[in-house]
T-cell receptor, first 113, second 116 residues
Framework: ETGVTQTPRHLVMGMTNKKSLKCEQH?????MYWYKQSAKKPLELMFV???????ENNSVPSRFSPECPNSSHLFLHLHTLQPEDSALYLC????????????FGQGTRLTVV | AQKITQTQPGMFVQEKEAVTLDCTYD???????LFWYKQPSSGEMIFLIY??????QNATEGRYSLNFQKARKSANLVISASQLGDSAMYFC?????????????FGQGTELSVKP
């Protein structure tokens, strides 16, 4: 059982669709992250929220839009995606500080058709 | 800028033997943390072990130990007595210090296969 829950686990969407990925943590952490993991590639950090403020945006295309309404919830809104956006999207949370490990959700496997 | 490098795309080890997975890093910060994660085929990321930049002793967690060589900027993971269930992707990661916690960045990963 994980303290970080992601929904949905699998998502297939067309290039003209709009969908959202949801992440929820019950660990009392104050930082949340979105990562993208494509096949045969390392995890790419997309966004970091600390104390509900976005503190990192790694040049992610605007078709990905994050939202952090409170410290327990993180969303990734998707619109007009491309096939190359198909990947595993992982959410993580942690306490701030260099010694704090991040806890990950089980990921959303996204396929863009 | 911080950087993590794992140079072994794949490794094989015989069951019950020990294996070392390499990780080197680069940072200009004095305060940072190093982490190892395991990712089975199911996709979830499982935290294994942590080493702080100021820790003088190598971290150990059960069968996992971290061979921390600060001057060489290396943080290799040693798995003792390998088990079939250890077959997975292994990622080294680093977080620099700072008031907002800093980014947690990952290396390219090493795919470990344990042979019976």
């Amino acid at each position: 059982e994980t303290g970080v829950t992601q929904t949905p686990r699998h998502l297939v969407m067309g290039m003209t669709n709009k969908k959202s990925l949801k992440c929820e943590q019950h660990l009392g952490h104050n930082a949340m992250y979105w990562y993208k993991q494509s096949a045969k590639k390392p995890l790419e950090l997309m966004f970091v929220y600390s104390l509900e403020e976005r503190v990192e945006n790694n040049s992610v295309p605007s078709r990905f839009s994050p939202e952090c309404p409170n410290s327990s919830h993180l969303f990734l809104h998707l619109h007009t995606l491309q096939p190359e956006d198909s990947a595993l999207y992982l959410c993580a949370s942690s306490q701030s500080g260099s010694s704090a490990e991040a806890f990950f959700g089980q990921g959303t496997r996204l396929t863009v058709v | 800028a911080q950087k993590i490098t794992q140079t072994q795309p794949g490794m094989f080890v015989q069951e019950k033997e020990a294996v070392t997975l390499d990780c080197t890093y680069d940072t200009s910060d004095q305060s940072y943390g190093l982490f190892w994660y395991k990712q089975p085929s199911s996709g979830e990321m499982i935290f294994l072990i942590y080493q702080g930049s100021y820790d003088e002793q190598n971290a150990t967690e059960g069968r996992y130990s971290l061979n921390f060589q600060k001057a060489r900027k290396s943080a290799n993971l040693v798995i003792s007595a390998s088990q079939l269930g250890d077959s997975a992707m292994y990622f080294c990661a680093m977080r620099e210090g700072g008031p907002q916690g800093g980014k947690l960045i990952f290396g390219q990963g090493t795919e470990l296969s344990v042979k019976p």
